[in-house]
């Protein structure tokens, strides 16, 4: 019976997923962003429905990835933008690539940084840097790019999955 009740959920889902919303749709979705994509995604989703789907009920949760793959097992939210490559392979998820989002070091609106046309890696290691946790992946990159004292062990002064 669980299971059938399982499947009939996902029937629904997909039936939902296949609909492309008008403006006087209403629903109501639970997406869960980790740390790096909540900080750039927040705002932008939460503008972009109250403008084009004034009806719908938009819920952002932010937690780290481990904790939001298993909100998604629970069906506690119904979809993630996670950094993948955080992602514990998992035989009971489908994961599908949507898009890649650029990574980039950003500062505050009037912060000295943010005056000049051009900030080099030398200039950044000024100032305190803070960030999310990343991945093994992104800390190899950063030391190839930038050398020894990008790596996050060093570069970084302070971590939390809640960046903004």
Known sequence: MQR?????EEVEALKRAGKVLEATDRGHVRLGLSSGPGAMLTAPIMQHFSKHFPKFHVEIVRAN????????????VDALVIDIRSMRPAT??????????KGAFMCRKNHPLAKLAKVSFKQLRHYAVASTPLSDELDRV???RYGETAHPDVLVNYSSDEIS
């Open 4 to 8: 059938c009740q399982g499947l009939l």
């Open 65 to 76: 990835t481990e904790a939001l793959t298993y909100m998604l097992c629970e069906r506690t």
């Open 92 to 101: 009971d998820l489908q994961v599908t690539e949507i898009g890649e989002m």
């Open 142 to 144: 950063l030391i190839e």
